[in-house]
C-alpha cells in the first residue's frame, strides 16, 4: 500500500498574495470548488484578519467547499485566531494555521525577542487556537534557516499544546534539496511525539528549488505538500502544485501518491491563469503549452513510431488530448508527413522529397508552419 501524501493548497493565499494577481470572492469561489473537484485535501482559503475582504472571502469559501478542509491562516495573535475562527465558522472541516518565526534572524529582527519568549508564543497560539478548532496546524517561519535543536524542541512543545500538523516551511526559498531533506529527517529522529502529528514540506522557488525541497521532504518523512497551482506565490512563487502531484505518480518506486486527479490539472491550470491573469510560461513542466509539444526533427521521428521515446508522462493523464508535432525549420521529412496526412494529403516517398524542399524554403521564412499552411506549399511543389 502506498503512503499518501496530503496537498495542502496555498493558491489563494500565498498565491493570491503576488502582486496583480489579487481576486474578488466571486472568482475565489470558482477556484474553490475547482481546488475541491481535483482532490486536494486542504484548501488555504486567505488569511482572514488580513483585510474585510479576505475574512469575506474565506466565509464564502467555507460555506461552498464540499470535501476538503477550509484552512483560514493567523499570525500567533489572539485577535487573528479570533476573527480566523469566525470566518471558518460554516466549514466542515475548519482548519487554523498558526505560527510566528522561528529563525534567530526572526526573532531578532522582526520581533526584536528571544528563543524561549518566541517559544512561549508559539505554545499559546496553538493552545488558544485548539479551544476553538481539533486541526491546528503551526508553521515555524523561516523553518528553512531555523537551528535544528530549537526547530524541533519548538515542535515537541507545539504538539503538546495540541497541534496536528507542523508546516516547516523554506520561507525565503534557501535550502538545498539534501539539506531540507536532512531536516526534515531530523525532525522525525528527533522530536519525541512527531507520531502525533504529521510534517509538512511549504517551500519557496527564490533558487528554483521549491518541487525538489518538497520531494526531498516527503522522501524523508513528511505527508503533506504546500504548493499553488502553476508555482505562483510571493516572489519566484511556492512549489507547484502539478510538478509535485506528477513526480509522486510517475515515480511509482517512491511509493508515495496523493488523491489529485491529475486529468482536471491542465483545465485547473488554465482557469486560476485566466482569472489571475498570471501567463504560464510555454516551457513550464506539465501544463506549459510546450510540455508535450515536440519541434524537432529527431524528436517527432521519435514521438511518431513510439511516443514513449520522448515522453514520460501521457498527456492525456494531466488533461491534454495529445502530443503536438510543430513543424518548423527543424522538423524532418517524418512530421511533415504525418502533419499533411492528419490534414488528408498521403505523400509517397518521392513526393515527400519535393514537398520536403518546398517546406524548408517556407520554414526557414516562418517561424511555425501551420496546417493552413501545408495546402498551398504541396501545391507549389507540383506534385
Ligand atoms: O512561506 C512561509 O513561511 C509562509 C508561512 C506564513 C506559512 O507562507
Ligand atoms: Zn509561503
Redesign the pocket.
Known sequence: MKNTIKIFD?TL??GE?VPGCKLETSQKLTIAKKLDSLGVDIIEAGFPVSSPGDFNSVVEISKVVKNASVCG?TRAVQNDIDVAVKALKHAKKPRI?T?I?TSDSHIKHKFNSTRDKILDRAVEAVKYSKKYVDDVEF?A???GRTDNDFLALVCEKVIDAGATVL?I????GYCLPYEYGKKISFLMNNVKNIDRATISC?C?NDLGLATANSIEGVINGARQI?CTINGI??RAG?TSLEEVVMILKQHEELNLDTNINTKLLLETSRMVSDLMGMVVQPNKAIVGANAFAHSSGIHQDGVIKKRETYEIIDPKDVGVNESSIVLTARSGRAALAYRAKNIGFDLTKIQLDKVYNQFLKFADKNKEVTDSDLPNIIQLAKI
Not at 169 to 172: A, L, N, R, S
Open positions: 496555498t493565499r500565498d498574495q491562516l494555521h505560527g518565526g508553521y517561519e523561516d523553518a508546516n516551511p523554506d520561507t525565503t511549504h519557496h504546500e506565490g510571493e511556492n
